[in-house]
């Protein structure tokens, strides 16, 4: 009884929107459910994690391969079981049901590096509601690009999700009369299942708190811009020079900062760099919300003379250690002047 109603839901479904589009509606309607969920609730922990992964690992690449292939496999005018259900793009040219979604895993995991690289070059960076809503408005455009390719075949060649009243038994996946596609079928299917598993788990699974701030040593152009550039190559004695510490807050949380500024005066040996003197120059606090920048204004005024002076920069979060340095700093950053 149940499955007779879901069959003519899906049926009367498809009479709304039509036959053709079933699949777009549901990839374009999830897509917008799952944003509205993020953005008005707030979703967390492993239900944010289940919900996140169609969206990731599934519908770009699904709606990407729609467009390639906007028809269904040609193998007779009315779409058999074995048609739904096997193997048919080295067959037919067009990817059949279980084929599609293997493929649509695939793009997936292509098309995301992709994504992390063109938004590495953005000021969202690689962060959740830009990974989200790039990757949702991808799959919203291609869909519909997909249709618009669908629209343009006849309609009995178009593709159409095979529905609820027409899901594929065990025998139509695995069909008595093509075994080898039958198996195909199956190890497709494990395929898509231990893929979405394991990225599942991986994302679910608790990371350590890894802590994306950095410091940044800044100068300031005739024009008033503050640039990672124009360093000064060497510092008068008993003068001094004005510098701008940035720090740029990547956590979740608003937090205070101390940057540790170290003179140091260095001479080549043989291992490398040597130590020959050092000295705490000042100690900066500054605070900065999430994803907000603070800067601060310096002079450094180095307390030794000659060549090769180190000026370095220890970040921490919070009081720094009584014996800063490098091993035990958040960040750290140094350039090399002369003092003269």
Avoid at 170 to 195: F, H
Avoid at 221 to 248: C, F, K, N, R, W
Wanted: no cysteine; proline share 8%.
């Amino acid at each position: 009884m149940s499955e007779d109603f879901e069959g003519e839901s899906l049926q009367q479904f498809q009479r709304l929107i039509g036959p053709g589009a079933v699949d777009a509606a549901a990839a374009i309607g999830y897509v917008a459910i799952v944003g509205a969920l993020f953005y008005f609730v707030g979703l967390s922990g492993f239900l944010r994690t289940l919900l996140a992964l169609p969206v990731l690992l599934l519908l770009p690449g699904y709606a990407l391969v729609s467009v390639v292939f906007p028809a269904r496999p040609d193998r007779s005018e009315t779409p058999t079981p074995d048609e739904r259900s096997g193997i048919g793009l080295l067959d037919t040219g067009s990817p059949g049901w279980y084929e599609r979604l293997a493929l649509s895993v695939a793009m997936s995991i292509v098309l995301l590096p992709l994504f992390a690289l063109v938004l590495a070059t953005t000021r969202w960076d690689f962060s959740t509601p830009a990974v989200l809503v790039s990757v949702g408005g991808f799959t919203i455009i291609m869909m519909l690009g997909a249709l618009a390719r669908r629209a343009t075949i006849p309609a009995d060649d178009r593709f159409r999700y095979p529905g609820i009243a027409g899901a594929e038994s065990l025998s139509e996946l695995i069909p008595e009369d093509s075994p080898i596609d039958g198996v195909l079928n199956v190890v497709l299917l494990v395929t898509i299942v231990l893929a979405l598993g394991t990225v599942a788990y991986g994302l679910a699974a608790p990371q350590p708190d890894q802590s994306t701030t950095e410091v940044q040593l800044l100068t300031q152009t005739d024009d008033g811009e503050l640039v990672q550039a124009g360093y000064p190559e060497t510092i008068p004695a008993d003068d001094s020079v004005e510098m701008t510490v940035a720090i740029t807050n990547d956590d979740a949380e608003p937090s205070t900062y101390t940057v540790v500024i170290e003179a140091q005066q260095v001479e080549e040996t043989g291992d490398g760099l040597g130590v020959i003197d050092e000295a705490e120059i000042a100690q900066l606090q500054l605070s900065a919300d999430p994803g907000e920048r603070a800067t601060q204004e310096h002079s450094i005024s180095p307390p030794m003379t000659g060549e090769n002076i180190r000026l370095n920069y220890y970040l921490y979060e919070g009081d720094p250690p009584e014996d800063p340095g490098p091993e035990t700093a958040d960040d750290h950053l140094w350039i090399t002047v002369e003092s003269v």
